[in-house]
């Protein structure tokens, strides 16, 4: 007689170890909240995927401790190219250096399984984070009072095993199970194209450009880019007749890379990976259903041309898990968890959009396009929404929920909080996991009672010329910032800034002063 084995019962439980699932769990442990992390992989799948992430995404690698292990993993990227055919340079969009917002590097390159590599070593270190590596979800159920209930089987044994939790997080990936449990489903953004994907490692100097070249052709568009002192990605876009197996060889393949690879000996060059993906526009029509949520790829696909995809999850992750752990830990009502959605709903669409834009740029409109692009892309760097996108590397504000101050005037609602400080990244390091209160004008001793009895830091901005700066530019005299850095709101009333967070934040008995 067969028996139910008996459940593993956690707070939160995250279906995959991917970057996104394992920046949850990083998140919630910062706020002290155990989660279990579920993975069909022992360890961490081999083959490259993503290859770049902003100074934004590498500031919340930062928060979770992994950015200086990520500088030894990494190489700065030069920014974006938009080429012709015959590789002449039709607009240049630089992105080197630090962001003198953030302080990280505006562009970096890597191979991910390299960053998963130093994720799994910190979910390792991190005591309040279980990794079940080797195990297959195969049902998801809600069980009563919102709780969740999971059953997976071990790849090698075939042993069962139960798992409830409080919260579940489906970070599983593009063809998520979680997604196909709560019903929802995928709404095609109206991109599609096959791409050869091409990992190839060389000693030799291919005297290249170190950004990003985007070939912007009607025919064959195409990318490439270096990523390592000896990896380079190619991505071609396949012809109707053409299959990844007509590429199986590097002497298929020369033709191809022949472009940037002239006096290299093909016999150089070592083909890590030559494989077909199809590239789309799509996003989940919702995200949640009671206390599961999709997040990563699970939740939205993003074409790779402006190198996104990897980063809109772990921006879900960094937007999400504050949230889960102060509904668990009572700080935050359950209506918090109904802003998750629309907040990144909105802001992984825009950058969809932005993708998709550009793959639209590089590939249609035949000779006439060709013809037109040539003509019009040199003028696109003096525009400043295509500045701003494609060189200032800061995205869209957040809006659309309770935790966002909708429009009036405030010109800070929604935007990062600067991190730099007289030169150095300073302030993720001084608030830590907790809200604070960014103010040129001394809060109260009432207002101080008020945001010390909730945890708030007070970041006051005299000797902090950034800070203030910022403020100025805002035309505000505070501005109140949530945890994972994004402004609530900004004015000149401190006390009512004080009085929005009294309104968001029940004080917990670890949180009440003596």
């Known amino acids: 007689m067969s028996t139910t084995p008996a459940p593993h019962v956690t707070p939160v439980l995250i279906i995959g170890a991917g970057p996104t699932g394992a920046c949850a769990a990083l998140e919630l442990a910062r706020h002290g909240i155990p989660s279990t992390v579920v993975d069909r992989w022992e360890g961490v799948y081999p083959q490259p995927r993503a290859v770049h992430l902003d100074d934004e995404v590498l500031r919340i690698l930062g928060r979770l401790g992994v950015a200086e292990r990520f500088a030894a993993i990494s190489r700065p990227g030069g920014g974006l190219r938009l080429v012709d055919a015959g590789l002449r340079v039709l607009g240049e969009f630089p992105r080197e250096g630090v962001s003198p917002s953030t302080g990280f590097t505006r562009a970096s390159m890597f191979d991910q399984p390299d960053l998963e590599g130093l994720l799994r070593e910190r979910l390792a270190e991190t005591a309040e984070i279980t990794l079940l590596g080797g195990r297959e979800v195969t049902a998801i159920e809600r069980i009563g009072d919102g709780r969740v209930r999971v059953r997976a089987r ?28 709560i019903g929802s489903t995928m709404l095609d953004l109206g991109f599609e194209q096959r791409w050869l994907v091409v990992d190839v490692r060389t000693s030799a100097d291919l005297q290249q450009w170190e950004g990003v070249h985007q070939v912007c052709d009607s025919t064959r568009a195409a990318t490439y880019m270096r990523i390592g002192p000896d990896r380079y990605r190619w991505e071609f876009q396949l012809l109707e007749h053409e299959a990844a197996t007509d590429f199986a060889s590097i002497a298929a393949l020369a033709p191809l890379l022949a472009p940037w690879t002239t006096g290299v000996d093909p016999s150089a060059l070592e083909v890590i990976r030559s494989a077909e993906y199809t590239f789309r526009a799509a996003i989940a029509d919702r995200w949640r259903a009671g206390r599961i949520f999709l997040l990563g790829d699970a939740a939205h696909l993003t074409p790779p041309f402006i190198g996104q995809g990897m980063g809109a999850g772990i921006r879900d992750a960094s937007n999400l898990g504050w949230k889960v752990a102060g509904f668990l830990d009572g700080s935050l009502s359950a209506d918090v968890l109904d802003t998750y959605e629309p907040e ?131 035309r505000a005299a505070a501005a109140l910032v949530r945890p994972d850095r994004t402004t609530v709101a900004s004015g000149q009333d401190v006390s009512a800034l004080v009085g929005r967070l009294v309104s968001l934040i029940t004080p917990t008995s670890a949180e009440v002063p003596a």
């Open 344 to 474: 990144r709903s909105r802001h992984a669409r825009s950058m969809i959009d932005m993708a998709h834009l550009l793959g639209t740029v590089m590939t249609r409109g035949g000779r006439v396009g060709d013809a037109v692009r040539a003509a019009v892309v040199p003028l696109l760097k003096r525009a400043p929404l295509v500045r701003r996108r494609f060189i200032d590397s800061a995205t869209p504000p957040l809006h659309g929920s309770s935790l966002v101050a909708p429009g009036g005037g405030d010109r800070l609602a929604g935007r990062l909080c600067p991190n730099v400080v007289n030169g150095r990244r300073v302030v993720d390091d001084l608030v830590g996991p907790s809200w604070a209160l960014v103010t040129a004008a001394a809060p109260s001793p009432s207002d101080r009672r008020e945001l010390e009895t909730r945890g708030c830091a007070v970041v006051e901005v005299a000797s902090r010329p950034e800070l203030s700066a910022w403020l100025h530019e805002g």
């Open 154 to 181: 071990a790849s090698d044994s075939g042993e069962e095993q139960v798992l409830d939790a409080e919260v579940l997080l489906g970070c599983d990936g593009a063809n998520s199970l979680v997604r196909r449990s």
